[in-house]
C-alpha cells in the first residue's frame, strides 16, 4: 500500500510524465530531497521507469480514482429571492457562464465523467444537460418537505468515491482531480469572526469538531469528496435516521457531524478567491457588477417598469418571510424600500386576482393600507412599500384594539361590491370535502360540532345582516404600524363580500381574544354598547370561523402538514361559541 507522499508523486508524474525531480518538488510543494526519497521507492516498485507511470502503477492508483460526481440542484435557494422564484440558482449565468455548466465542464476536464444531477424545484429546467453534457437526471421530489440529506439518499446507491457538489458554486480555478487521497470537505480561512461552520482538526488535518460561528477559523464551503469508507458509512446512517421526523430539517452535514467520530475526513484548504458561494444578490454583483443589467428577469422588469427606475439602484434584496401562497423579497431603490410579492404555485386557482387588485385600490384611497404601489390582476406579482421598523398591532392593548375595529368598520362601509363572495359555512365544507376524500372523518364530536355550525349560520342568516366588502383575513399580523404610529391593513388576498361580523369573527379567533377582551372589541366596532341581537350574530361568525378553519387544519393534518396549537385553538373557539350563540339565537326574547 502507498503512502500519502507516494500517492500525490505518483499522480504528478501520470499528469507530467517526464517531469525533472525539481520540477516535481515545485509543484507538489515538498523539498528536492523528499522528491528524491520517494522518486526511489516508487522506480524500486516499479511504479514509476524513466520518470513515467507504468501500468503497475496505474493499478495502484485505481482505489483512490474518482468514481463519480453528485451535483445537488433541488433547493429553492429563497436566499437569492426573487431571481430563484424565476429559475434556480445554478441556472443563472455568472460572467457570461451558467454556473452548474461551468462546474460540469470543470469535473470533466478533470476526468470526472459520471455526473448525476439531482433537480427538484423547477426540475424540468435542467432537462437540457442531459443532451448537452450525457448527464444523469434524478428527481428528488421531497426536496419542499426535507432538506438536502434527501438529495444523497435519492443516489445512496451511486455513492462512492464521489465528489459531492453544489449546482451554484463558482470556481475560479478547477479545483477536481481524477485521484483523490481521502474523503475531505472544502475549507477558506476567515480572518477574525464569521458565522460559518468553523472546524476543528488534528494534526493530521482530520476534522474533529464542527462549530457554528467562530473566529480565525477555517470554514466549510464548497465541495466536499466522499470516499469509498466515507460513503459506505453514511449510506448506513441515512438509511437509518431518514424517516425519523427530528431528521427533516437536517442537512447532510449535520448528520456528519453528529456522528463525526465514525468519520475520517479531513480539511481540504482553498487559498480566497478561489470558491465562491453567493449568497445574496448583492454578494454575486459584487462578483459580477454587470450580472443584473445582463440577467434575464421578468421580476426586474417588472420593478423597473413600475418605479421608473434602473436596473442598477435595485439593492439590498433579501427575503422575507415566506406565507403560505407567496414568496415576497425586500429591495430598496434611490427612491425607498418595497417589498416584491411573487404569487406561488397554484395560487391563479385558489386566489381571485382581480378582486384582490379592486381591493387594493380601495384600501389605497381611503387610507388603510398606505402600502399598496402596484398588482398585476392577471398574474398576482405585486409592489408594496416597506414598512420599516414595523410592529404588529397588540390586540391587548385597548386603543389599538379600538383601531382595530375602527378600520374594520370603515372598510364595510364601503359602497362596492366585488365579484368574489366568501362564507365561513361554505368554505369549510370545501375543506370537508377533500378530507372526506381520504376517508370518514372519525374525530370524536365531529359531526356534532358540523350540526351546531350549520344551525348557527342559518339563524345568522335570517338577522339580514348587510353584506359587504370584508378582509377576511383580519388580524393583528395584518396590522402593521409604520415609525410615525401610522396603521396599514395588509394583505388583501381572500377579500370579498361577505356578512360583516366575517372580519370580527377572524380577529377574535387569531387574535385569541377572551371574553372580556372580545366584547371590547365589539363596543369598539359599533361606538356603543352592542344589542342582543348584534352580540349573538358576532358570536355565531366567531363560532364559525373556528370551525371553517378547524376544518382546515384537519385536512391540512391529513395530507401531512403540521398544524400545530392552532388546531385545537381553533376548535375551542367552535366548541364555545357556536352553542353560546345558539342559545343567545333560542332564549325567549322579552
Known amino acids: 500500500m502507498i503512502t500519502r507522499n507516494e500517492f500525490e508523486t505518483l499522480c504528478a508524474i501520470r499528469q507530467n510524465p517526464g517531469a525533472t525531480q525539481r520540477e516535481l518538488a515545485d509543484a ?20 514509476i521507469e524513466e520518470g513515467r507511470i507504468t ?81 444523469q437526471i ?20 451511486m455513492l462512492g468515491n464521489t465528489y459531492i457538489c453544489s449546482s451554484d458554486d463558482y470556481f475560479t480555478t478547477n479545483p477536481f482531480e481524477q485521484y483523490v487521497w481521502k474523503a475531505y470537505y472544502s475549507a477558506e480561512f476567515s480572518e477574525g469572526p464569521t458565522r460559518e461552520w468553523c472546524m476543528e482538526t488534528d494534526r493530521k488535518g482530520r476534522i474533529e469538531k464542527v462549530t457554528v460561528g467562530g473566529e480565525n477559523a477555517w470554514y466549510m464551503t464548497g465541495h466536499a469528496y466522499f470516499d469509498k469508507a466515507f460513503s459506505d458509512r453514511f449510506v448506513e446512517i441515512l438509511e437509518a435516521e431518514y424517516d425519523d421526523p427530528r431528521t427533516a430539517d437536517k442537512l447532510w452535514e449535520e448528520l456528519y457531524i453528529e456522528h463525526i467520530d465514525e468519520f475520517d475526513m479531513e480539511i481540504k484548504e482553498y ?19 454587470l450580472f443584473l443589467e445582463n440577467v434575464d428577469s421578468s421580476i426586474f422588469d417588472n420593478i423597473v417598469a413600475v418605479l421608473g427606475c434602473d436596473k442598477s439602484e435595485i439593492r439590498d434584496v433579501y427575503p422575507l418571510k415566506q406565507g403560505l401562497t407567496n414568496l ?15 404569487p406561488g404555485v397554484g395560487t391563479e386557482q385558489m386566489i381571485d386576482r382581480s378582486a384582490e387588485v379592486q381591493a387594493l385600490n380601495l384600501a389605497k384611497s381611503i387610507g388603510i393600507d398606505k402600502t399598496f404601489v402596484f398588482e398585476n390582476a392577471k398574474t398576482g406579482w405585486k409592489i408594496s412599500k416597506f414598512i420599516k421598523n414595523c410592529r404588529e398591532l397588540d390586540p391587548r392593548d385597548d386603543a389599538q384594539l379600538a383601531e382595530a375595529m375602527q378600520v374594520a368598520h370603515k372598510l364595510h362601509g364601503q359602497n362596492v361590491s366585488l365579484d368574489r363572495h366568501f362564507d365561513y359555512l361554505q368554505e369549510g365544507l370545501k375543506y370537508e370535502k377533500l378530507l372526506l376524500k381520504k376517508g370518514p372523518i372519525n374525530v370524536p364530536g365531529y359531526e356534532e360540532l358540523k350540526a351546531q355550525a350549520e344551525k348557527a349560520r342559518a339563524y ?14 383580519f388580524f393583528n399580523l395584518n396590522l402593521l404600524y409604520d415609525e410615525e404610529g401610522n396603521l396599514s391593513l395588509i394583505d388583501w388576498e381572500y377579500a370579498g363580500m361577505s ?73 375551542r373557539y367552535a366548541k364555545k361559541y357556536l352553542p353560546k350563540a345558539i342559545e343567545l339565537y333560542e332564549q325567549p326574547q322579552e
Open 28 to 47: 507538489l510543494g515538498v523539498s528536492l530531497g523528499t522528491v528524491n526519497n520517494v522518486h526511489r521507492s516508487l522506480t524500486k516498485a516499479k511504479l
Open 55 to 135: 501500468a503497475r502503477g496505474l493499478k495502484e492508483l485505481r482505489p483512490y480514482k474518482v468514481e463519480n460526481a453528485v451535483i445537488m440542484a433541488a433547493g429553492l435557494s429563497s436566499r437569492f429571492a426573487p431571481i430563484s422564484y424565476e429559475r434556480p440558482k445554478g441556472l443563472l449565468k455568472v460572467r457570461g457562464e451558467v454556473l452548474i455548466e461551468r462546474q460540469i465542464e470543470q469535473l470533466m476536464e478533470a476526468g470526472v465523467n459520471e455526473i448525476v444531477v439531482v433537480v427538484g424545484y423547477k426540475c424540468e429546467l435542467f432537462f437540457y444537460l442531459e443532451e448537452k453534457y450525457g448527464v
Open 138 to 157: 434524478v428527481v428528488n421530489h421531497e426536496y419542499a418537505s426535507k432538506n438536502n440529506h434527501s438529495t444523497l439518499m435519492r443516489v445512496r446507491e
Open 271 to 289: 487559498e480566497p478567491d478561489v470558491i465562491f458561494e453567493f449568497d445574496s444578490l448583492d454578494e454575486l454583483r459584487d462578483f459580477d457588477p
Open 328 to 342: 415576497s423579497c425586500h429591495f430598496t431603490t434611490d427612491d425607498g424600500e418595497y417589498v416584491y410579492r411573487h
Open 460 to 473: 345568522a342568516a335570517q338577522d339580514n345582516a348587510p353584506e359587504c366588502l370584508t378582509h377576511n383575513d
Open 499 to 571: 356578512d360583516y361580523a366575517s372580519d370580527y369573527g377572524t380577529f377574535v379567533v387569531t387574535c385569541m381574544l377572551n371574553d372580556e377582551e372580545a366584547d371590547r372589541a365589539l363596543e369598539h366596532y359599533f361606538g356603543r354598547t352592542p344589542t342582543l341581537e348584534e352580540r349573538r350574530h358576532n358570536y355565531a361568525f366567531v363560532g364559525l370561523a373556528g370551525w371553517c378553519w378547524y376544518v382546515w387544519s384537519l385536512q391540512k393534518e391529513s395530507e401531512g402538514d403540521y398544524v400545530g396549537e392552532w388546531l385545537y385553538t381553533y376548535y
